[in-house]
């Protein structure tokens, strides 16, 4: 049973920062895309950030100069430091790991920014 397991996440004032650590088990981890989605209360899950097996990154637009995401093929683990952040910025972030058409899911972790 592939595994995904989020931590990092609390609560933090506007402007702050965290960083988010996502370690998989039980997929070869370094071929995976691999990415972090978040969704607010009433919202659609969204996408924040991906990145691939050869290090190659997406952003949201919302996320852009203030996020960052990494990853250690050693560890098997990705990471989404977040900057700057905002209210808007609260919601459960999810890691997921993608290849071809399969998708696996963490349990997500709860990112609250207070203003």
């Known amino acids: 049973q592939v595994q995904l397991v989020e931590s990092g996440g609390g609560l933090v004032q506007t402007g702050g920062s965290l960083r988010l650590s996502c370690a998989a088990s039980r997929i070869i981890f370094s071929i995976y895309t691999m990415g972090w989605y978040r969704q607010a209360p009433g919202k659609q899950r969204e996408l924040v950030a991906t990145?691939?097996?050869?290090?190659?990154?997406n952003y949201a637009d919302s996320v852009k100069g203030r996020f960052t995401i990494s990853r250690d093929n050693a560890k098997n683990t990705v990471y989404l430091q977040m900057n700057s952040l905002k209210p808007e910025d609260t919601a459960v972030y999810y890691c997921?790991?993608?290849?071809?058409?399969?998708?696996?899911w963490g349990q997500g972790t709860q990112v609250t920014v207070s203003s």
């Open positions: 990145i691939t097996s050869g290090g190659s990154t």
């Open positions: 997921n790991a993608f290849i071809l058409e399969k998708t696996y």
